[in-house]
């Protein structure tokens, strides 16, 4: 296979269109075109379908984008790498932080470290657990930030810090304010979760089918704070992140309910690339984190 075609490929892929890919490649379009076809007839396989004037890629398009993907990130992470080997302190750092850490644990993280290195662009995606491991696989990110489990084979995960989750309710709730909440007391009261895929999710379910608690589910939400102003306007019970709520509970828009026998610990994930090896920004990186982590919990 030509990785001049392949590349030639790639940008049209990427751009949604030859005219497109021939403007980020700074060629004419022919040129583009001519190259697709090469690898084409290289390939024994058509790999866009032309509709009209416009071109999506067929179902053999589909799955070389996707290895086309994964090694010109790979051939970018190797120029990266040479970079952070030539100059410490510049570079740039793709990371994926799931909803929780992303919103109430890495604005602090991202403020110090430009603070010591302003030279380094950080680019961040905050997305659900399932998604930034996705990613993370794909060779779209240098690091991964998530609260749920780990099972991708290609991923090596590092615990960095133990979260606690809450069951939270409105001021008002017939439970709140209670020294002990009784777990039979919480049995199916309205419940609202967050989305499939979300790590905070995939937790408290294994948590509550420990305890046999069964919960009538009457919403799912795919933020916490959305979920927070539900439970808020009394709609129902939610399990949260304590990270999450501490600023509510203190202004007493939030209570948390101390339910007998629910002790929802979590780790907090550092994920890699397995085989991945960290260049002096991403040490710096974690550097940061652990030190920002350790000294805000102790």
């Known amino acids: 296979m ?28 022919p040129a583009v075109s001519k190259q697709v076809r090469q690898l084409e007839r290289a390939l024994g396989t058509h790999l866009f379908d032309r509709v009209g004037r416009r071109v999506r890629l067929s179902r053999a398009g589909e799955v070389l984008a996707a290895y086309a993907r994964r090694l010109f990130a790979l051939a970018h992470e190797a120029e990266e790498a040479m970079t952070d080997v030539r100059a410490a302190g510049r570079g740039r750092l793709a ?36 998604q930034v491991h996705r990613r993370l696989a794909g060779h779209e990110l240098d690091l991964g930030l998530t609260e749920g489990p780990v099972e991708e084979g290609e991923l090596d995960a590092e615990v960095f810090h133990q979260d606690e989750l809450v069951m939270i309710a409105a001021p008002g ?62 709609v129902g019970l939610a399990v949260v992140s304590r990270l999450a709520v501490d600023a509510e509970c203190a202004a007493g828009t939030l209570a948390v309910l101390p339910v007998a026998g629910l002790r929802i610990a979590r780790p907090l994930h550092l994920v890699r690339r397995r085989g991945r090896r960290d260049g002096p920004a991403l040490q710096a990186f974690c550097g940061v984190l652990r030190e920002r982590t350790a000294a805000r919990f102790g």
């Open 2 to 29: 030509n990785l001049n075609h392949l590349a030639v490929f790639h940008a049209a892929a990427q751009a949604g269109s030859m005219t497109r890919g021939a403007e980020r490649l700074d060629i004419s379009q």
């Open 95 to 130: 990371i994926g932080a799931s909803t929780t850490i992303g919103t109430y644990l890495l604005p602090g993280v991202l403020a110090e470290f430009w603070r010591r290195h302003p030279r380094v662009e950080l680019l961040v995606q905050i997305e659900n657990t399932e």
């Open 173 to 234: 709730h017939r439970l709140a304010g209670r020294p002990r909440v009784p777990l039979s007391a919480v049995r199916e009261e309205p419940f609202i979760l967050r989305e499939p895929g979300s790590g905070t999710r995939a937790v408290e379910e294994r948590a509550l089918a420990r305890l046999r608690l069964p919960v009538r589910v009457v919403m799912a939400l795919g933020r916490t704070e959305a979920i927070k102003r539900v439970v808020a306007e009394g």
